[in-house]
Every structure is written in structure tokens, then in C-alpha cells.
């Protein structure tokens, strides 16, 4: 599982500075999809070969006690029960405030890991800009600025050092089993997550894996169907209660990210009886920035007028346009209607997601794409694209090799990406396209 950073601090400290200069580089990979809607809240990151997770805790007002600002300290606290280290960060340039001290005063109730970090420091003195803040009692504080980049790279492998260190070892995680392909279940509460889960492994001898762990233990469930081994990575908290699956903790957006990375393919349930929301688009948009293959299951179909289902129809078109490359099934979760189709879908999806092909296959289809349509002119150079292999899988990524590639537009790259798609039957899995220029 990926480690959590949770940045915490008053505002206009730089936490969204900070967040902002970890997330980019995820960002570049899915560009920007019409229609994608992105949690400004919640991204991942990448240092080196090393990903995580970052959140960024907007406003923190531990002392509201209603509206607005309690509902954001609350979602601050989760976050933070949630993380396995917590980034305080304070202004060197305005020096201590007694803002500062109150989160402290929180921050060590919870016992979490907190790693406290003086932002704004660029061209100041150690001394002079950590001075002040001795004095909350956490030791030498890092320096960074995030405006600039100083001390990020070196405070970020810390932080995942010591959440890697934190970690339960393998061992007493129990041993691994491989039990299929991995399917993690994910959605907004109430949208029939539980429901579904009970459907397809209700019936089934289930053996639960509660791993240990502090307050992110996880649940692998193996389960059969119609032959084939699958595992359901817990989504959200859910728990098998006496015999059937529920809901014990209120909606986590950490645990969704993490099972979401933890899975071969997701299973995004939608509900049609409510309009797709903010927070379906933000799931969404978490599963195509993880890679992992995809299916789109619209549940409560049952009980749904023709009328009423069109415009199901047409809301998911305007807003999860972005999501085309899944299939998607209308289900009835309490019913078992749908469910078949469903896991076809699901095999499909983890047979396209983990395709083995080969660079001579490749390099024809890529032959192909430039025979239908060149690659533009970027003022005088021509981008000169020579072979294709590939250079992953779940998903699949397809490195492009060649000459001045840096000007191939994105337009041009999507393009390929439907090229080969639509090749090798690609069907449920994000491709991914890389482009590799050589001297
Ligand atoms: P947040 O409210 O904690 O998310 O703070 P923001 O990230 O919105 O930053 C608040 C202000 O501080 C903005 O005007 C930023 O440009 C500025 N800021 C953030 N990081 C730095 C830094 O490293 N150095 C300087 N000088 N300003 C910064
Ligand atoms: P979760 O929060 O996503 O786990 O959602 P639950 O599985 O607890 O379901 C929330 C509510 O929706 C419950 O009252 C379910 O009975 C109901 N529900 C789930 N699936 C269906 C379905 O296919 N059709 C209808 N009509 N109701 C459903």
C-alpha cells in the first residue's frame, strides 16, 4: 500500500503550494481530459521509483464547533488518522503564531508521526528562519520552500522512510497467496458497494484476511465464480459483519485511493437514482490517474422507468465522458441482475490491461497509425518515429522510440492511443504512451 502524507497547517502557509509541486508529475500523465474533475485535495506523487499519497488539508480550525469549518476539522482529523506522517508546516517569513501552537497542541494528541517543516525559507538562514519555532517543542525543524522547490525532494524521502519503517514487515502480514486477479469495489456511500460485494461472494465459504496495522488495517477476501479465482480488496471500510458485508465507517477518500492502487481492476459503481455527483467525477478521476483497468457498473437499474433510464444515459456521457474506454453495465446489485456481464467485463478488462505485445506487433501498428496520419510539423522538425515496445503492464505502456519526439502534440498522442486500442483490442485499461528520443 502507498504511504499517506497529510499536510497540515494554518492557512496560507504553502500547503497547497506544496501539494501542487508533489502532484504535477502525476498530472502530466492524464494531460487534461475533458470532463475530468480533479480533488484538489487528494493526489499522488512520485519520488523516484517511490509513489505515495498526499493530502492536503484545507482549512484547520480545531476549535469550531459547527458549520463549515467544524465539517473541514473533521475531514482535517481524518485525514490525519488516516496518514502515516503528518507534514505541519508554519510561515518562516511571518515567524510563530498562536495558531501554531493550538495545532501542535492537536497534532501530539494524535500521536501520529509529525515532521515539522518552516516553508518560505528561500534565502534566509537556518537559524534566523527556524528561530522562533524551538519552542514548539518538536525538535529541529525541516526548511523547505515550496514556491522554489529547496528541501522538498530531501523532506519527501524522509517522510517515506519513516512511514516505510512504520510499517508492519511482511512477515506479520501473513504470507502472500495469489487468488486472482485483484477487483476492488469503489463508489460514493450508499451506492450499493456492500450490496454487490454480498452478491458476488455472499453465497461463498469467505476466508477474511484482517491484516494488522494502526488504523489502516486492509481486507483481502478471495472469492470463486463460475470457476475462476478473484480477490475483493476492502473498499472504504467495509467488513463482513456475522455473515454479510457492511459499511462500519463513514466514506474514506485514503482508503478508496488505496484500494483503488492495490487492485488489477476497479469496479466503479454508480447509483441511478441520483445525477452523477462531484465526488463520482473525483473517484473517477482517481482510477484513471492510478492506471488500473476499469469497469463502470450503474446500479439500482431495477425499478427505473425507460424515461428515467435515457437520461442516466445521457447524464454519463456529458459527465464521465472521459471514462469511454470501459465498459460500462447497468446492474441491480440486490437483484443479481447484471452481474454475469459484469465479470466478464472484469476478466476482459485484466486480459487487455495485462496483454502481452510484442515490439514487432507493435511497430507495424505503429507503422500503421503514421501511414493513415503524420505527425505535424513543430516549426521546422518533423518528429521521425521509429519502433514501439512495451514497457509495462496494468496498464499497458507503450514506449515510442525515435527522433525530436518532443514535438508530437498531444492531440497526436491520443491519437495513438486509440490507434492501438482499437489494434489490439484494448478494451477497459488506460494505455499508456511514451515517447522516447534517442541521439
Ligand atoms: P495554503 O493556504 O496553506 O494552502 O497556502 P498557499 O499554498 O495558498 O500559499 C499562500 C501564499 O504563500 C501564496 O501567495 C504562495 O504563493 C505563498 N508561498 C507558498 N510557498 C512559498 C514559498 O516557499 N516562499 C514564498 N516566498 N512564498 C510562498
Ligand atoms: P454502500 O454504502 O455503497 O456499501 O451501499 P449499500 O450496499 O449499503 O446500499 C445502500 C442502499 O442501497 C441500501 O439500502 C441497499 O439496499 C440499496 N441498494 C443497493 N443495491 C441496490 C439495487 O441494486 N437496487 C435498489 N433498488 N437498491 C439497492
Given at each position: 500500500?502507498?504511504?499517506?502524507?497529510?499536510l497540515v497547517?494554518?492557512p496560507?502557509?504553502?500547503?497547497s503550494?506544496l501539494?501542487?509541486?508533489?502532484?504535477?508529475?502525476r498530472?502530466?500523465?492524464?494531460a487534461d481530459?475533458?470532463?475530468?474533475?480533479?480533488d484538489r485535495?487528494?493526489?499522488?506523487?512520485?519520488?523516484?521509483?517511490?509513489?505515495?499519497?498526499?493530502?492536503?488539508?484545507?482549512?484547520?480550525?480545531?476549535?469550531?464547533?459547527?458549520g463549515?469549518?467544524?465539517?473541514m476539522?473533521?475531514?482535517?482529523?481524518?485525514?490525519?488518522?488516516e496518514?502515516d506522517?503528518?507534514?505541519?508546516?508554519?510561515?518562516g517569513?511571518?515567524?510563530?503564531?498562536?495558531?501554531?501552537?493550538t495545532?501542535?497542541?492537536?497534532l501530539?494528541?494524535?500521536?501520529?508521526?509529525?515532521m515539522?517543516?518552516v516553508?518560505?525559507?528561500?534565502?534566509?538562514?537556518?537559524?534566523?528562519?527556524?528561530?522562533d519555532?524551538?519552542?514548539?517543542?518538536m525538535g529541529?525543524?525541516?526548511v523547505?520552500?515550496a514556491?522554489?522547490?529547496d528541501g522538498?525532494?530531501?523532506?519527501?524521502?524522509?517522510a517515506l522512510?519513516?512511514?516505510?519503517?512504520?510499517?508492519?514487515?511482511a512477515e506479520?502480514?501473513?504470507?502472500?497467496?495469489?487468488?486472482?486477479?485483484?477487483?476492488?469495489?469503489?463508489?460514493?456511500?450508499?451506492?450499493?458497494?456492500?450490496?454487490?460485494?454480498?452478491?458476488?461472494?455472499?453465497?461463498?465459504?469467505?476466508?477474511?484476511?484482517?491484516?494488522?496495522?494502526?488504523t489502516?488495517?486492509?481486507?483481502?477476501?478471495?472469492?470463486?465464480?463460475?470457476?475462476?479465482?478473484?480477490?475483493?480488496i476492502d473498499t472504504?471500510?467495509?467488513?463482513?459483519r456475522?455473515?454479510?458485508?457492511?459499511?462500519?465507517?463513514?466514506?474514506s477518500v485514503?482508503?478508496?485511493?488505496?484500494?483503488?492502487?492495490?487492485?488489477?481492476?476497479?469496479?466503479?459503481?454508480?447509483?441511478?437514482q441520483?445525477?452523477?455527483?462531484?465526488?463520482?467525477a473525483?473517484?473517477?478521476?482517481?482510477?484513471?490517474?492510478?492506471?488500473?483497468?476499469?469497469?463502470?457498473?450503474?446500479n439500482?437499474?431495477?425499478?427505473?422507468?425507460s424515461?428515467d433510464?435515457?437520461?442516466?444515459?445521457?447524464?454519463?456521457?456529458?459527465?464521465l465522458?472521459?471514462?469511454?474506454?470501459?465498459?460500462?453495465?447497468?446492474?441491480?446489485a440486490?437483484?443479481?441482475t447484471?452481474?454475469?456481464?459484469?465479470?466478464?467485463?472484469?476478466?476482459?478488462?485484466?486480459?487487455?490491461?495485462?496483454?502481452?505485445?510484442s515490439?514487432?506487433?507493435?511497430?507495424?501498428?505503429?507503422?500503421?497509425a503514421?501511414?493513415?496520419?503524420?505527425p505535424k510539423r513543430?516549426?521546422?522538425?518533423?518528429?521521425?518515429m521509429?519502433?514501439a515496445?512495451?514497457?509495462?503492464?496494468n496498464?499497458?505502456?507503450?514506449?515510442i522510440h525515435?527522433?525530436?519526439?518532443?514535438?508530437v502534440?498531444e492531440?497526436?498522442?491520443?491519437?495513438?492511443?486509440?490507434?492501438?486500442?482499437?489494434?489490439?483490442?484494448?478494451?477497459?485499461?488506460?494505455?499508456?504512451?511514451?515517447?522516447?528520443?534517442?541521439?
Amino acid at each position: 500500500m502507498k504511504p499517506v502524507i497529510a499536510l497540515v497547517g494554518r492557512p496560507n502557509v504553502g500547503k497547497s503550494t506544496l501539494f501542487n509541486r508533489l502532484t504535477r508529475s502525476r498530472d502530466a500523465l492524464v494531460a487534461d481530459l475533458p470532463g475530468l474533475t480533479r480533488d484538489r485535495h487528494y493526489g499522488e506523487g512520485r519520488i523516484g521509483e517511490r509513489p505515495f499519497l498526499v493530502i492536503d488539508t484545507g482549512g484547520f480550525e480545531p476549535v469550531a464547533k459547527e458549520g463549515i469549518m467544524f465539517e473541514m476539522a473533521l475531514q482535517t482529523r481524518q485525514a490525519v488518522a488516516e496518514a502515516d506522517v503528518v507534514v505541519f508546516i508554519v510561515d518562516g517569513r511571518q515567524g510563530m503564531t498562536p495558531h501554531d501552537k493550538t495545532i501542535t497542541d492537536y497534532l501530539r494528541k494524535t500521536g501520529r508521526k509529525v515532521m515539522l517543516v518552516v516553508n518560505k525559507s528561500e534565502g534566509m538562514k537556518y537559524t534566523s528562519v527556524t528561530a522562533d519555532f524551538y519552542e514548539l517543542g518538536m525538535g529541529d525543524p525541516y526548511v523547505i520552500s515550496a514556491a522554489h522547490g529547496d528541501g522538498v525532494n530531501d523532506l519527501v524521502v524522509e517522510a517515506l522512510d519513516f512511514a516505510f519503517a512504520s510499517r508492519p514487515d511482511a512477515e506479520q502480514m501473513g504470507e502472500h497467496v495469489d487468488h486472482g486477479v485483484k477487483i476492488a469495489i469503489v463508489g460514493r456511500p450508499n451506492v450499493g458497494k456492500s450490496t454487490l460485494i454480498n452478491t458476488l461472494v455472499g453465497e461463498q465459504r469467505v476466508i477474511a484476511f484482517d491484516m494488522p496495522g494502526t488504523t489502516r488495517d486492509s481486507i483481502e477476501v478471495p472469492f470463486e465464480r463460475e470457476g475462476k479465482q478473484y480477490t475483493l480488496i476492502d473498499t472504504a471500510g467495509i467488513r463482513r459483519r456475522g455473515k454479510v458485508f457492511e459499511a462500519i465507517e463513514k466514506f474514506s477518500v485514503v482508503k478508496t485511493m488505496q484500494s483503488i492502487s492495490d487492485a488489477n481492476v476497479v469496479v466503479l459503481l454508480l447509483d441511478a437514482q441520483q445525477d452523477i455527483s462531484e465526488q463520482d467525477a473525483h473517484i473517477a478521476g482517481f482510477i484513471l490517474e492510478s492506471g488500473r483497468a476499469l469497469v463502470v457498473a450503474v446500479n439500482k437499474w431495477d425499478g427505473l422507468q425507460s424515461d428515467d433510464r435515457d437520461e442516466v444515459k445521457i447524464d454519463l456521457d456529458r459527465k464521465l465522458d472521459f471514462l469511454s474506454f470501459a465498459k460500462t453495465h447497468f446492474i441491480s446489485a440486490l437483484k443479481g441482475t447484471g452481474i454475469s456481464q459484469l465479470m466478464k467485463s472484469v476478466d476482459a478488462a485484466y486480459a487487455a490491461a495485462t496483454a502481452n505485445l510484442s515490439t514487432p506487433r507493435l511497430t507495424r501498428a505503429l507503422q500503421e497509425a503514421i501511414e493513415k496520419q503524420e505527425p505535424k510539423r513543430k516549426g521546422s522538425t518533423r518528429p521521425k518515429m521509429r519502433y514501439a515496445h512495451q514497457g509495462g503492464q496494468n496498464p499497458p505502456i507503450i514506449v515510442i522510440h525515435g527522433n525530436a519526439l518532443e514535438a508530437v502534440s498531444e492531440p497526436y498522442k491520443r491519437y495513438l492511443e486509440r490507434h492501438f486500442r482499437d489494434t489490439f483490442n484494448l478494451v477497459g485499461t488506460p494505455v499508456r504512451i511514451e515517447l522516447k528520443s534517442g541521439k
